[in-house]
């Protein structure tokens, strides 16, 4: 589990590059947002998160698999995961914010998520 990495994924540069060249001006792990999202932008009011598909475990992927060994721990953890989420996108929404979770195996259609955010803000690109 150590060799999963947390921070400074591929998916997460990918993400970054796509708003880079969309010239979408972002923070990354705004703290002070509830979830603190991988990238947001305060004044436009949108967040996204880069989901793991293991630690988030993206529901029908093959990589959101279960560890043979301590299985129930793992089961609540997942569970405990998907609920803090839920609340994080809840209460970013309640906020007004527009918020887009790219899991990690659909990095080939970051573009089109990334778009959301640029039809819905009216941002020039």
């Excluded at 979408?24 to 880069?50: C, E, M, Q, T």
């Excluded at 093959?62 to 569970?79: C, D, E, G, I, Q």
Aim: positive net charge.
């Amino acid at each position: 589990m150590a060799r999963i990495r947390q921070k400074g994924t591929r998916i997460e540069a990918a993400v970054a590059s796509a708003l880079r060249d969309l010239g979408l001006h972002y923070r990354k792990n705004v703290r002070k947002l509830p979830g603190s999202p991988d990238f947001a932008n305060r004044s436009k009011r949108w967040a996204i998160f880069v989901h793991g598909c293991f630690w988030h475990h993206h529901a029908g992927c093959h990589k959101a698999t279960v560890p043979k060994s301590n299985r129930m721990f793992w089961l609540n953890k997942f569970r405990d995961n998907k609920r803090r989420d839920a609340r994080s996108i809840r209460r970013l929404r309640q906020d007004g914010y527009r918020v887009v979770v790219i899991w990690e195996c659909q990095e080939r259609r970051i573009r089109n998520k990334l778009t959301k955010i640029l039809e819905a803000s009216g941002v020039d690109s």
